[in-house]
């Protein structure tokens, strides 16, 4: 079945731009969507189809996906993207959906 | 807006059953298939299968085939996930997400139901 990592943990200080990864073999072919969990809250998704940003999700948020790696690119980073965030895709092969393990965003 | 409303904290020993209604409004229920996600403490999330919600076929992930079913009550725009003979490890926040297209884009999500397991 189709794999996608994390890493854990990125650590980012306020202002600066925080990238976290999502590696899968050829993810380039796929769509990338991607959501926020705020501790104790449910996820919302903040990128949708690699770069597509919702409604009501700031500029900050944006994302690419080339090769083998998907990113999600936060701008500007304040204390309140303090969060979980997960990559997740829809695997045609097997008809089934893939989250990545998650990384945790540490605002110093 | 499209709002999905779950059930509350549940708790139960093991063997038990518990069932997780997910209530649907501000959208047509039956245009949108409907995901569960569980969440175990501390750990990340996993999805655990989905239902059409036009024909009430469910479709589960490897790990989740069993003692897990997904139903429907269309009349209330209502999905349930009901799981039998309960395990400690079943402890977790379960999670309805309504499917938004076809390439599984979750665009809204349910506040999320705890079920603790314990003796």
């Known amino acids: 079945s189709y794999v996608l990592t994390q890493p854990p943990s990125v650590s980012v200080a306020p202002g600066m731009t925080a990238r976290i990864t999502c590696g899968g073999t050829?993810?380039?072919?796929?769509?990338v969507h991607w959501y926020q969990q705020l501790p104790g809250q449910a996820p919302v998704l903040v990128i949708s189809?690699?770069?597509d940003r919702p409604s009501g999700i700031p500029e900050r948020f944006s994302g690419s996906n080339s090769g083998n790696t998907a990113t999600l690119i936060i701008t500007g980073v304040e204390a309140g993207d303090e969060a979980d965030y997960y990559c997740e895709v829809w695997d045609g092969t097997t008809n089934h959906v893939v989250f990545g393990g998650g990384t945790k965003l540490t605002v110093l | 807006q499209v709002q999905l409303v779950q059930s509350g904290s549940e708790l139960r020993k093991p063997g038990a059953s518990v069932k997780i209604s997910c209530k649907a409004s501000g959208y047509t229920f039956r245009n949108y298939p409907l995901s569960w996600v569980r969440q175990a403490p501390g750990q990340g999330l996993e999805w655990m299968g989905w239902?059409?919600?036009?024909?009430?076929?469910?479709i589960f992930a490897q790990a989740f085939t069993g003692r897990f079913v997904f139903s429907l009550d269309t009349s209330v725009n209502t999905a349930y996930l009901l799981i039998n003979t309960l395990k400690a490890e079943d402890t977790a926040v379960y999670y309805c997400?309504?499917?938004?297209?076809?390439?599984?884009?979750?665009?809204?999500w349910g506040q999320g139901t705890l079920v603790t397991v314990s003796p």
């Open positions: 239902i059409d919600t036009n024909t009430g076929d469910p």
């Open positions: 997400a309504r499917v938004y297209d076809s390439e599984s884009t979750l665009d809204s």
């Open positions: 050829n993810i380039e072919t796929m769509s």
């Open positions: 189809y690699d770069t």
